[in-house]
C-alpha cells in the first residue's frame, strides 16, 4: 500500500532539498533510467521526458504534509523547493523500501543544471537509437537550446559514469 | 495525381452526436479508418469500466478517434489562410489526429499497471511495423510513417503540429471532455468549441488563444476540471478498475503456479504473463476477449479469481472509505493483518487507490520549463499564461486536490464468524477507534 509514495520520499530523504519541479522531473527520469525502481510513467513532452504521476504523486505528498513545497516568486515566474517533513521521516520509517543505494548518483544530479539533466533525461529517452541518430534527434526535438558538441560528448560520459555507479 | 493529394470523388461523412458530421475527402484517411487495425477500436471503450456508474458511457476509441481528426479537420481549415501555418502539413495533422490513440488496448489503464505496458510504444509499432495501417502511410512518402509516429509521440520538429494534437489545449482533449459528457449524461463537459477554434493562432512552436477568447478556454477549463472529479475519479469506477487489475494479477499468479490447472487457459494473455508481447497477440486482445475471459473464470477452481470476476462482471464491486495514510497507516497495517487472520487475502481485497493513479490530469500551469501551459495572445503581440490573467483559471490551478479511498469488500466482513475480529475491522474501517 502507497508504495510508490514511500519510495519517493525515500528519495526526498537522500536528496535533502530539490528545487525546481522540472529538475526533480529529470532527476527521477534519469534515476529510472539507471534501473532504480520509481513505476511513474513518463512521456516526451516540450522539455523532455515529463511524468504527470510525479507531478501528482509529490501534490499528493505535499497535501498529506509528508513533503514541505515552499514557492518562491521569480521574475515571471514560479519556482519551487521541496523537502521531507518530519511526519514524512515517520511515515517512511515505518516502510521496508525496497530500492538500491541512490545516494552518491542523487548527490551527483543535485549538482547538476536543469538544462544539462534535461539534455541528458532527452539522450536517454532515444537510447535505443545509435549515437548519431541521438544527437540529431536532440537538435530536432530542441533545436532553441542549441546544445554544442562538447555538451553532448559531456552528457554521453555523464550516462556511462551513472549507469556504471548503478551497475557497482 | 499522387496518392497525398488523392481526393474522393465524393465528401464522406460519418454521423456524430458531439460534432454532428465527420467529413472525410483525403482518400489516405478514408483508408486509414478502413485497416483492421483502426477498426479494432470499435471494440475497445474509449472510458473502460466507467460504463459500471454512468451506464451511457459505452462509446469506443474508434468515436473518439474520428471526433480528434475531425476537429484537427476544422483547425487546419482556419489556419489555411494564415501567414504561421505551414499548408503542407495538413495531412500529417490529419493522419496523427487519426491515429494518436491506435495502441490503446482493452481497459488499458488497469491493463497497463499491471503488465507494466505502454500503449504510446503499441501505436508506434503499429504506425511503423508491418500493418496495413503502415501500407497505406508509406504510400503517402516513404517518411510519412515516420513522421506521423513522431508528431504522436510529440517529437516531430515543428512543435505547432505537435501541439494540435497534444498539448494542454488539444484536439484529443476537446474531444473526449465533449464525448464523455454526452455520453455519461453529464451536464459537464460542456464549452464552446467552435469559439476556442475560431481564437486559435498558429505560431512558431505553439497554439495560442486570443485573449479576447479567454472566457471560453475559461469554460474549457471549468469542464475540465468538472469531468476529472465527477466522471474519471467516480469512486464507484475506481472500485470496478481496483478489481479488474486484481484479476488480471491473480490470473498471473494463478499461471505462473505449475500446480494450478485453468478450467480456461489464458491462451491471450500468456504472452503478457511471460513480458514477451508480439504486437500479433497484442491486436488480438479487445474488450469482447476479456469479457470472455472474465465470464469463464467465475466458474476457475481458485476461489479469488472466481470470486473477482464474479464481482466485475456481475457489478458487485468494493466498498471504500476515504483513507488518509498520515494518522491512520498504522490501522491500514493492523487492518492488513486482520484481514489475513480473517481468511480475506489483503493483497487482493484491501487495496488503496490514490488519485495518482488515475491516467487524468487537470489544468496547473506548473512552473517555468516544466510544461507547456495555455498561452493568450495579447493585443500588443506578447504572449501571457492563462491563470496570470484569469481569475477563474488561477483560482482552479491554485487549488491541489487529492485523495486516497480504501477498497475492500465489504459483504465478505459482514460474514465473518467471529464476532470480536469482524467487529474490530469494521470499527477501523468506519472510524470507530
Not at chain 2, 342 to 368: C, H, K, Q
Request: proline letters at 3%; hydrophobic letters at 35%.
Amino acid at each position: 500500500m502507497l508504495d510508490n509514495h514511500a519510495k519517493l520520499l525515500y528519495f526526498f530523504s537522500k536528496a535533502k532539498q530539490v528545487t525546481g519541479r522540472k529538475k526533480l522531473q529529470k532527476m527521477i527520469y534519469i534515476l529510472q533510467q539507471c534501473r532504480v525502481p520509481f513505476e511513474e510513467k513518463y512521456q516526451f513532452h516540450f522539455y523532455g521526458p515529463y511524468s504527470e504521476e510525479l507531478t501528482l504523486r509529490v501534490e499528493e505528498l505535499c497535501n498529506l504534509n509528508f513533503l514541505n513545497e515552499e514557492k518562491e516568486e521569480k521574475s515571471n515566474y514560479h519556482q519551487y523547493h521541496y523537502s521531507i517533513t518530519e511526519d514524512g521521516a515517520t511515515f517512511l520509517n515505518q516502510f521496508e523500501v525496497n530500492i538500491p543505494e541512490i545516494e552518491d548518483r542523487i548527490n551527483v544530479l543535485q549538482d547538476c543544471s536543469a538544462r544539462f539533466l534535461e539534455l541528458v533525461s532527452t539522450v536517454l529517452y532515444f537510447s535505443y537509437l545509435p549515437r548519431e541518430e541521438i544527437i540529431d534527434k536532440v537538435h530536432t526535438v530542441k533545436p532553441k537550446l542549441k546544445y554544442t558538441d562538447e555538451e553532448m560528448n559531456e552528457a554521453f560520459q555523464f550516462i556511462d559514469e551513472l549507469q556504471d555507479k548503478s551497475s557497482h | 495525381m499522387a496518392y497525398k493529394d488523392e481526393q474522393l470523388i465524393e465528401e464522406k461523412v460519418f454521423k456524430d452526436p458531439v460534432h454532428r458530421y465527420i467529413h472525410v475527402r483525403d482518400r489516405a484517411v478514408w483508408d486509414l479508418i478502413a485497416t483492421p487495425e483502426f477498426q479494432r477500436l470499435r471494440r475497445i471503450k474509449q472510458l473502460g469500466t466507467t460504463n459500471l456508474t454512468f451506464h451511457g458511457a459505452e462509446h469506443s476509441r474508434f468515436n473518439h478517434s474520428l471526433g480528434v481528426y475531425e476537429i484537427v479537420r476544422r483547425i487546419t481549415n482556419n489556419f489555411a489562410d494564415r501567414e504561421r501555418w505551414d499548408r503542407e502539413q495538413r495531412l500529417l495533422c490529419l493522419c496523427a489526429a487519426l491515429l494518436h490513440d491506435l495502441g490503446h488496448g482493452p481497459f488499458s489503464h488497469s491493463f497497463e499497471k499491471v503488465f507494466k505496458l505502454d500503449h504510446e510504444q503499441f501505436t508506434q509499432k503499429i504506425i511503423l511495423g508491418d500493418t496495413k495501417v503502415n501500407h497505406i502511410l508509406k504510400k503517402v512518402s516513404a517518411d510519412f510513417p515516420e513522421k506521423v509516429a513522431d508528431v504522436i509521440a510529440k517529437t516531430y520538429s515543428d512543435k505547432l503540429v505537435v501541439s494540435l494534437i497534444s498539448s494542454q489545449i488539444d484536439a484529443d482533449r476537446m474531444d473526449y471532455l465533449q464525448r464523455d459528457a454526452y455520453f455519461t449524461g453529464v451536464s459537464y463537459g460542456h464549452f464552446d468549441m467552435e469559439r476556442i477554434l475560431r481564437v486559435m493562432r498558429p505560431m512558431d512552436d505553439q497554439v495560442v488563444i486570443k485573449s479576447t477568447g479567454m472566457h471560453a478556454v475559461e469554460d474549457y477549463i471549468m469542464s475540465r476540471y468538472q469531468m476529472y472529479w465527477q466522471v474519471y475519479f467516480h469512486p464507484v469506477t475506481r472500485s470496478a478498475e481496483v478489481i479488474l487489475s486484481k484479476i488480471f494479477q491473480r490470473a498471473r499468479v494463478l499461471y505462473e503456479d505449475d500446480t494450478y490447472q485453468f478450467q480456461l487457459e489464458p491462451t491471450h494473455f500468456i504472452s503478457f504473463f511471460e513480458e514477451r508481447v508480439k504486437l500479433s497477440d497484442y491486436l488480438k486482445l479487445d474488450d469482447m476477449i476479456v469479457y470472455y475471459y472474465f465470464q469463464q473464470w467465475q466458474e476457475e477452481k481458485d476461489d479469488i479469481l472466481a470470486d473477482l470476476c464474479y464481482r466485475f462482471i456481475n457489478r458487485h464491486l468494493f466498498k471504500y472509505v476515504e483513507y488518509n495514510p498520515d494518522p491512520q497507516i498504522n490501522a491500514g497495517m493492523e487492518l492488513y493483518q486482520l484481514f489475513k487472520k480473517a481468511g480475506i487475502n489483503p493483497d487482493y481485497y484491501l487495496v488503496v487507490d490514490s488519485s495518482s493513479d488515475l491516467p487524468y490530469d487537470f489544468y496547473r500551469p506548473g512552473e517555468e520549463e516544466e510544461r507547456l501551459p495555455i498561452h493568450l495572445l495579447m493585443p500588443d503581440g506578447g504572449l501571457k499564461e492563462l491563470s496570470r490573467h484569469s481569475d477563474i483559471v488561477e483560482a482552479i490551478s491554485g487549488k491541489k486536490r487529492t485523495d486516497h479511498k480504501l477498497y475492500f469488500p465489504k459483504d465478505r466482513i459482514q460474514a465473518i464468524e467471529d464476532t470480536e475480529l469482524k467487529k474490530r475491522i469494521l470499527d477501523i474501517l468506519y472510524g470507530k477507534e
